[in-house]
């Protein structure tokens, strides 16, 4: 059976979590030092958090397994919250 073409889910239809972070991109002055851009490039990617969803992406996350992870977080953020 096939799927009509307005049911078909859209680019735009992905929740925001499961969107990749856009690239980080550094430019090296004239008179930088590699270790300084190196530096300035692992702080932005950092910032971004693109390292970290690379590592939960990195093996695959089973949906009961998501959910569990999710509401253990949501617990500890009203946990000190209140405290």
Known sequence: MRVPPERTPARH???AEE???ALAEVRVGENETFESALRRFNKKIQQSGILAEA??????EKPS????????KRKKAARTQQG
């Open 19 to 21: 969107v990749i972070p």
């Open 65 to 72: 397994v998501k959910r569990k992870r999710k509401e253990a």
């Open 13 to 15: 239809d992905v929740p």
């Open 55 to 60: 590592r939960r992406r990195e093996h695959y």
